[in-house]
């Protein structure tokens, strides 16, 4: 059973999901761009009923009452924050961490920063940071489909583009592979006033944080062939950012929503990193 939360930090009130009991293992689920917990529905039931207290929260500038105005609060450096915070206040002294799209990207930065509290990193459809920006500098195909990266950190415009037609762009960018419920949802928190700006600030603030190093937890990265964001190259080169024990797990004919699209799949992968990896 799901239920809805709140988790109150220094930087503001989280709106989250959970499930499962309190006294379960810890695990931290970060959603990515253009969501909302709302996306590890699927996960956060198996992992629920399986022993787990799992817990979704709308990340910064996804919750309302933690959406600052500046594009500097969403550095990475703040990002990693918030994962500490929340930790914090669910009394987390260790967990582990599974994160997707800009969630990955921050579960990475947080396993590299906090190895002593983060039990096991697994990233869905975002390789190292390090290796996907060197991807991106280097290799022609994820330099072309990362091209739309551009488009989103342009101040207002970007809102106008995605929010036209009744939010034509904005709905497009799911490729029709989210379920239809979610989608709406999405839209709907999408359209309310500040929301969007407040998402698209985290790309906006790419260049504003430090780098990441390299992660000791045992680490499991989950990309899917059909991913339209994200190459192979980035995904091949992480293995060298990693120094703990490390598993690359390939989805055949999946886009880049795998916890929404190949939830079963993903589950599956997930359970077993978690009882792989139980100190």
Not at 33 to 40: G, N, R
Not at 207 to 231: C, F, H, I, R, Y
Not at 242 to 267: F, K, M, N
Request: negative net charge; contains cysteine.
């Amino acid at each position: 059973m799901i239920e809805k939360t709140r988790i109150a930090t220094p930087a503001g009130t989280f709106d989250a999901l959970a499930s499962g009991e309190e006294d379960g293992r810890e695990v931290l689920l970060l959603h990515g761009f253009p969501q909302s917990s709302l996306e590890w529905e699927q996960q956060l039931r198996v992992l629920g009923g399986g022993g787990c207290r799992a817990v979704a929260p709308d990340q910064r500038g996804y919750s309302p009452e933690v959406r600052p105005e500046h594009v500097s609060d969403y550095r990475m450096e703040e990002l990693v924050g918030d994962v500490a915070a929340i930790a914090d206040e669910l009394g987390w002294q260790r967990f582990d961490l599974v994160g997707h799209d800009w969630g990955a990207a921050v579960a990475w930065a947080a396993a590299a920063a906090m190895p002593e509290r983060v039990r096991t990193l697994t990233a869905v459809s975002v390789p190292h940071p390090a290796a996907f920006e060197h991807a991106r500098a280097t290799d022609e195909d994820q330099h072309e489909r990362s091209r739309y990266i551009q488009t989103f950190r342009a101040a207002g415009s970007a809102e106008k583009t995605l929010l036209a037609d009744n939010a034509d762009k904005l709905r497009r960018i799911y490729d029709w592979k989210v379920p239809q419920d979610h989608v709406e949802h999405y839209l709907d928190r999408f359209t309310q006033p500040g929301a969007l700006t407040a998402a698209l600030n985290w790309y906006r603030a790419m260049d504003l944080g430090g780098k990441v190093g390299p992660v000791e937890a045992p680490t499991l990265l989950v990309w899917s062939t059909e991913d339209n964001a994200v190459g192979s190259a980035g995904v091949m080169a992480t293995e060298k950012h990693v120094t703990g024990p490390y598993r690359l797990e390939i989805i055949e004919d999946v886009s880049h929503w795998i916890p929404e699209e190949a939830p079963e799949q993903l589950c599956r992968v997930l359970i077993e990193h978690l009882l792989a990896h139980r100190s």
